[in-house]
């Protein structure tokens, strides 16, 4: 079983809105980096977005001004706000978590996005 549960995915139109979380244990969220990345079909995994444990965010070019990643330090959850979609973003996101001391990062299930022109 997976570390990282992500929630939240499902069938959105163009233009429309949806929120992912992704919760996980609070030994690992404490001290982690978190982020989204995607895969589309046929595509390699992309990053989307990172938070540091701080809450300084990162996004990618694609998404930059419609999507915000966000994290609940009291809920060990991350969240990703998608706003403005568009069929390019249909993809799995997938949750990861990378321990700022250098061991290995940890990566949720994934959740699938879809989006209809």
């Known amino acids: 079983q997976a570390l990282l549960v992500e929630s939240g995915g499902g069938l959105a139109q163009a233009g429309g809105s949806l929120r992912l979380s992704c919760s996980a244990p609070?030994?690992?969220?404490?001290?982690?980096?978190m982020g989204w990345y995607r895969q589309a079909p046929g595509k390699q995994r992309e990053l989307v977005a990172t938070?540091?444990?701080?809450?300084?965010?990162n996004y990618a070019d694609s998404v930059k001004g419609r999507f915000t990643i966000s994290r609940d330090n009291a809920k060990n959850t991350v969240y990703l706000q998608m706003n403005s979609l568009k069929p390019e973003d249909t993809a799995v996101y997938y949750c990861?978590?990378?321990?700022?001391?250098?061991?290995?990062?940890?990566w949720g299930k994934g959740t699938l996005v879809t989006v209809s022109s």
């Open positions: 609070g030994s690992i969220f404490s001290i982690s980096f």
């Open positions: 938070t540091t444990i701080g809450g300084s965010a």
């Open positions: 990861n978590a990378d321990p700022e001391n250098g061991s290995l990062d940890y």
